[in-house]
């Protein structure tokens, strides 16, 4: 360990720009196992973990990055699965560089360890030799949850309830489990298949699945509640924040991932496809990046990302703006759109005041100074708002925030008794690791709930 | 004075942290004896001069007269006594007569009367007459007010013995021992029998030594006279004064310490079952206890050598069975000479500790000392049949022509002189006639080694055990996985202990809300000021870990039953040695289970305890010889009672049973894995341990292939070794040698058990602030149990987080990730608001520090802020404490230099010297100059010119991360800017002594304050200790010392690099130091005199208000001001891998150093005026009106439901301060008495301003102390450091110098002295030359005599040193750089050195060269032996091979014989092509491949 000072920071081998636009594959190769045990070793093993305290599941970094890097992989793999549901999910799409890896105390003057590439390496190597395997529990506690929507704070429950004996069922409104995870995200980030091997190992575990179930039409919020001792409400948020701008005609970036995932797993050509276009993308967010990459892989003619601050200010991942900027993506900083015109949007430029300390800069307009920029197909990605859910579910009772969002107290109870809500449909539109740790968290709270009350009659 | 003293005490260790068991003394001792056994008065009135002689090895107390107290004992003067009964009208005539010398209760005459009724009746029960009484003598004019005040009756009552009895001694002991019991029975105090003999007297009294004949007039009559006098200066820590404590005792005078003294205890408790002598007429029980409760170290010695003595042991037999000689790791030791020792120790576990003893039974006089030899005793043999033995040479003057021999006692030596036959015994002839006593190797032969009966038995390797139990068994044994990877394995892997940084901020066991195991509350004593740590590294010669079983022979009797014995090598048995134990002793051998049904909490656990001590009782009682105590099968139902609980719970009541002899107790438990727990067990009183988890954890991890290609035996055998030599460490710290005094004793401190668990099941054991009982313990196992065995998630072990922090599940730190960025942002924007959330985040955390307990009672009406002082007065009080360049980067040290001095604060440099470029502010007006230099054990780059650039002078004793223990400063952190501040050699690493080799007692300490305040004629002198429970008399001594500040440290702080068991189990809290330290010294008048400082994880403004209002003046912030520079506790410190570029010596890693002095400063005005806003809410307006004002403290948090009770009244509780203020009234420092140098300063002002070449004459005698380094000062201030032929100024002395003959003496002085020295010549010699030889009048062969005495040239850095003569014990001892050539020397000769070249023509005692990494030496050895002396572990021996060396030699003996006219170097240089055959040259291993020119010229050729 600590061998920082004489080891470069390395990062797995990353396909070439001009290979990896031309298919949805994942772009990062795994580390061998030299490479593993070598990155791992440039940890510092601090006596304050600053990686960990900026990790939302806390976990124990150090620790399996030094049994990685003492070729301990399946001690790694339980040290790292013992506080993460999906870490080969995590070491691939957590915004490392703002977490964990961006808070390395090695970061400055060594670059910091990589911890992502170290996370994804442990868990595939526990996948591939068989240590990862279904949760079974050692005996059955008679109750049942039900758990509405399987994204990944729904899973993370889920896997987590199953554990503890209690029959688990999840309903989705989607076709396939895994929410944003399957439909939002790109495969070159989040292979399809990693998200499904999930699936199959808590479908071995028992949990039950019921796809395709829309909670207010084909199904009632009542029923779940009369048929489950305690009901998780998880469903996300997939509402798009509107732009601001008169007569648009931009698309939001959920329905054109969708669509382009969809064809990914192998349903109908997309609906919408980028092929031939000039793409405009709206936003700086991780959702941006994927519309973008997307776009190039889909054979747009160009693709340009408006971004009304810069690029310090950024709330994305700063590897993918870069990766994005290696696929050919034009970044238009401090650029915000205006009005909208045939075939072209009109951009307002922006500056940025100064501010408060820690936070980010606004931006605002510099009055009068625009410009146009042709454009096929728009898109936003400005952000998800919470649908409204006590009209969606028939349920008026639910209480909300002032922000949509699903009101719950400390134990992640809403107003209704034995109704739980957790993940972004609480905090509001966040991270998938975010979500992971809202799911355990709400299974830790659900579970003290049930086991304190009298098993429900079959 | 107010004449309550006694009360004033009583309530203090009633209610505060005061207690009288922790009162340590040490002294100057001396005897003389008439070789031929006739009496003379001239040896009474040699001892009388001798006393006189030694007055600066003792104290005086608060009111400037009251002496710790002095006495005398000799032959009992027949005629003197015969006149006084005549004088009543009686004849004494034919009658053998007997004496006691009586204190008797002098203000209540009640039980005045009560005491003589019960001495007359004793004296007629056994049938003897009574003379009657007389009043004797004093004059009580002479002593001081406190003296006074407790002066007893002092009177003798003259006996006549009964006709016809055989032994009048035997039963005048006897008769002592049960007017004793009487007197105690009547709970009367103030009642001792000083002497009650036939054949001896002692006076003593608290007085000074030279008061001695003035308060006994009886003494300077001219029918005193005697064949021996025995004679001691005490100097005691505390001032409590008591008159019996004063020495001799009634067999021994003793300078030192017995560490050992509670196991020693307790185990003669269990002797006593034993006891049986035909010399006692079966009347054994009446005298015992042997030891009497509430008896000092030496009282307690004294008592055990006397029984052993009266039961027919000679004198020098019983010092050898009490106080032994190591000898198992001893080459050149006869057989027979093995044997006896062997045989001694299986009688008794030694009395361990430093002691230079003087002693008489009436028959033998003996001198002796302790293995280690760490006090000095010289010795002189005149013409006309005298054998002085006395601290000093020279204290008992003689003239030069009348010496026949000039000698020492090295290690575990004696001298003594048999007054019958009238003869005089060397030790080696009093061995050899001790070993022909009995047939010793013949009894020798019946011990059973372990190793025989395990035989061929080896570990068998396992499968890879069940997983899943392992891993609930780890879990209930509360294994985290940090524990297991950061500490266990890491043993096996490497046979060492895992090392670590930045302190400890987790909390104390009792406050945290994780599980914490059981030995966790305890924590390891250690050594500091009184007596001194060993380095159980370099010094492993003098240690033993064997460990003896069965040995229950009759102590009294000498025969051969004592050695059937069982003797194994470790106290750590592995598994399949624990088998061949039970297959071999099979019926002898009992298994009691300590499980208990978890869930029947506090009760269950209270009976299991109950069953458990009821089962060990029945089984010893039925025959059982091993006990073993064994945790096996816990299960979901069964947790054990924790281990160390159920040892002591065992040893205990099997001592009050007196069956411990009977019985060895063996643990096997899971709960060790560490080698703290190890020692807590052993503490506790287990004879071995099996660590039969840690063992299967070891087998589990060698099955995985983590130890990669270590053999299982290597990797249990590499454990073994960790935590044997991690034991010897924990024990060495303590000063503790042998394993089998360590046992049993205890040798802790409890923070956080409660007072009725502990009086019940840790007697003695010191738990003052009270904590959780049985049913917190029993709540806390069901918890801990409980999580192990309710499983379902992850089967990993929890991650840990005690070492480094982890934020699931993990142990609580103080400082976390979010309170070092708000520290780090508010100091870098200068926001003071920020900083407040900073502090607010820290006072939001649970408990950590006792003072979390704590809150201030606020003022109702709060005094308006603008009122209060300002920061700038405020600032002064901050201390950036003592981090060594060498730990810092220059970077990081130099900017808190700077930012210290700027806010007119002060910076300590740490104990790695500083740079002369430093001493003088910069041109743009900063000043690096840090204000406090250290001088610590290893005196890197303490010279005079270092000494003389500070204003104040700190002498760290120990500090807080690993007190009693040395260091090391690895090799790639020694760079050549670090070599150079050290005078040492870049890339070669550095071994810092545990102790400071000049201060093994209390009245050392006095000395090197002493010799400071000469170098250094302005500085103040600060004493820097570590809180442990007895530090309060310990800071009284150090007061007494005449130390201007005194430095209390707690356990938490402290940023050194150091054994993560250290680190984390040593040391106790700065709030328990603290509170002690200013109760003590206010009970005693001395807390004005002083200044008290803290540190200790201080953070923030609470925390210093909470410190001054505890008592203290200053407040150190180490970690908090690193904090501020960057440091983001990666606590890799050790590594050199620093990634903020504060604790590394890299060049790339320094570049990353973002620390300035600005934030420094603000980190301290932020602090500043925080402790402001405090200061007026408790309605002060400065600090100093609060200092020491606990009322203003409240506890707020009892801690939790569980506990019995979380009590601090004990640290709020005042002493009450007299007429003084709370704090320190010292206008400038305490001065100390002037020297030769005074008169030297006048006579050498021609040198001095005229920069003359002088030369001056005077005669010295051993009461001069550190002569020429007063005038060292003068020299360094008026001259540049290379200005000065070396003779610039030649001082011709001519007599016995005093200790610290030229310490730190200067280039440009030269002492010739003529006649001999004590110890500490050439302390710090920094560039001076110092030539000794005999007085011309002298008929000595000189290579035949010792000449200068122990600790010569230690932390020398440069210049030259002849002696024709040989040196004491550890001679240049850390030398970095003077030369020497001596014709002899002691143990431990060169040790640590580290520069310069040293040239020994003659003997050296053993362990030469240990630790030896720099430098040269040269040893003529003609004999042959010298391999066997040296220490192989860091240097080599080699015959002489290079022209160039040998060049190098034989100039230093040219000059050695220019200078001294030595005849051994005239002998050596007449036919030096033959002699030079015989010299040795000794290299350190590390130097081979650096040295300029080669050992051998054969292989520069090859």
Known sequence: ?458 | MSNDFYSRAATLAAEGLYSPADEHDACGVGLIAAIDGKPRREIVEKAIEGLRNVWHRGAVDADGKTGDGAGIHLQLPHAFFREHIEAIGKNPKGQVLAVGMIFLPKKNFTAQEHCRAIVETEILRMGHRIHGWRQVPVVSQVIGDIANESRPEIEQIIIAANTGTEDFETELYIIRRRIEKAVRARAINDFYICSLSSRSIIYKGLFKAEQLTEFYPDLNDPRFISNFAIFHQRFSTNTAPAWHLAQPFRMLAHNGEINTLKGNVNFMRSHEATFGSPVFHGLEEELVPVIPDNTSDTGALDAVMEILTRAGRALPLAKLILVPPAWSMMPELSQAHKDLYSCCNSISEPWDGPAAIAATDGQWVIAGMDRNGLRPMRTTITRDGLLICASESGMVPVEEADIVARGRLGPGDMVGVHLGEGKLYHDRELKDYLAAEQPYGDWVQKIVNLKDIVGDAAPEPVSAADGTTLRQRQKAAGYTMEELDAILLPMAATAKEAIGSMGDDTPLAVLSAQHRPFHHFFRQNFSQVTNPPIDSLRERRVMSLYTRFGNDGNFLALDKSHSKILLAESPVLLGYELQALTRHFDKRITYISTLFDVHTGEAGLREALQQLVTRAEEATRAGASFLVLSDRGVDAQHATIPMILAVSAVQSHLVRQKLRKKASIIVRTSECYDVHALAVLIGAGATVVHPALAEESIRAAHASGLLKDLSLTQALENYREAMSLGLLKIMAKMGISVVSSYRGGLNFEVIGLSRALVAEFFPGLPSRISGIGLAGIATRLQAQHEAAFDDTGSEALPVGGFYRARAARGEQHGWAGESIHLLQTAVTKGSYQLYRTFSASIAALPPIHLRDLLDFKFAATPVPLEEVEPITEIRKRFIAPAMSLGALSPEAHETLAIAMNRIGAQSNSGEGGEGAERYQPRDNGDNANSGIKQVASGRFGVTAQYLMSARELQIKVAQGAKPGEGGQLPAFKVTVEIARLRHSTPGVSLISPPPHHDIYSIEDLAQLIYDLKQINPQALVSVKLVAQAGIGTIAAGVAKALADKIVIAGHSGGTGASPWSSVKFAGAPWEMGLAEANQVLTLNRLRHRVTLQTDGGLKTGRDIVIAALLGAEEYALGTAALVAMGCLMVRQCHSNTCPVGITTQDEMLRKKFDGTVEKVINLMSFVAEEVREILASIGARSIDEVIGRSDLLRQVNRGSEDMDDLDLNTLLSQADPGPHPRHSTRGVRNEVPDTLDRQMLEDATGALERTEKIQLAYNVRNTMRAIGTRLSSAVVARFAPDALMEDHITLRLRGSAGQSLGAFLARGIRVELLGDANDYVGKGLSGGTIIIRPRPSSTLVPQEQTIIGNTVLYGATSGLLLASGQAGERFAVRNSGADAVIEGCGSNGCEYMTGGTVVVLGDTGYNFAAGMTGGMAFVYDAGGNFPLRLNEETAIAQRLASGYWMGVLKAMIERHYQETSSPMADQILASWEWQSTHFWQVCPKEMLARLAVPLSDAREQA
Not at chain 1, 299 to 324: F, I, K, W
Not at chain 1, 387 to 405: A, I
Request: glycine content about 10%; hydrophobic content about 40%; aromatic content about 6%.
């Open chain 1, 1 to 458: 360990m600590l061998r920082f000072v004489d080891t470069e920071q390395d990062y797995p081998a990353q396909r070439a720009a001009a290979e990896r636009v031309r298919d949805f594959k994942e772009i990062n190769a795994l580390f061998g196992p030299e490479g593993d045990a070598e990155q791992a070793a440039r940890c510092s093993q601090c006596g304050i973990p600053f990686c960990q305290i900026h990790c939302p599941l806390q976990n124990n970094i150090p620790d399996w990055l030094r049994l990685a890097a003492e070729g301990r992989l399946r001690e790694a793999y339980e040290v790292s699965s013992a506080t993460n549901n999906f870490p080969e999910i995590c070491g691939r799409i957590c915004p490392q560089d703002r977490l964990c890896e961006g808070n390395c105390v090695i970061e400055n003057g060594f670059g910091s360890v990589t911890i992502g590439a170290v996370e994804k390496y442990i868990t595939e190597t526990a996948f591939a030799e068989g240590w990862v395997v279904a949760g079974q529990p050692k005996q059955e506690t008679g109750r049942s949850i039900g758990i509405i929507g399987a994204g990944p704070a729904g899973l993370a429950a889920a896997d987590m309830l199953r554990r503890k004996g209690h029959a688990v069922h999840i309903y989705d409104r989607y076709d396939r489990v895994g929410g944003l995870m399957i439909y939002g995200i790109p495969n070159f980030k989040l292979d399809k298949h990693v998200v499904q091997r999930r699936e199959k190992l808590l479908r071995d575990a028992g949990v039950q699945f019921h796809l395709c179930a829309q909670v207010g039409d084909t199904i009632t919020l009542e029923a779940l509640r009369l048929g489950h001792d305690a009901v998780l409400i998880a469903t996300g948020v997939y509402k798009a924040r509107a732009l601001e701008v008169a007569n648009h005609n931009a698309l939001p970036a959920l329905d054109y991932l969708i669509s382009s995932n969809k064809q990914g797993l192998g349903d109908d050509a997309p609906a919408i496809s980028a092929e031939g276009k000039r793409v405009v993308v709206i936003g700086g967010g991780d959702t941006a990046m994927d519309c973008v990459r997307t776009a190039v892989r889909q054979g747009a003619a160009s693709v340009t990302c408006l971004y009304r601050r810069d690029r310090a200010n950024m709330p994305g991942s700063a590897h993918e703006v870069q990766n994005a900027e290696e696929e050919g993506v034009v970044f238009n900083w401090l650029s915000a759109p205006h009005a909208f015109h045939a075939a072209q949007v009109e951009v307002q430029r922006m500056r940025l005041t100064s501010t408060e300390m820690g936070g980010r800069q606004n931006a605002v307009a510099i009055p009068g100074d625009t410009y146009r920029i042709d454009a096929d197909l728009v898109i936003t990605a400005l952000g998800f708002e919470p649908e409204d859910l006590p009209t969606l579910f028939n349920t008026p009772e639910l209480v909300c925030t002032p922000h949509g969002t699903i009101a719950v107290d400390r134990n992640f109870q809403t107003a209704l008794p034995g109704l739980f809500a957790a993940g972004d449909i609480v905090r509001g539109a966040s991270l998938v690791v975010w979500a992971i740790k809202e799911g355990r968290d709400v299974a830790a709270a659900i579970h003290r709930y049930v086991m304190a009350s009298k098993v429900k009659a079959a």
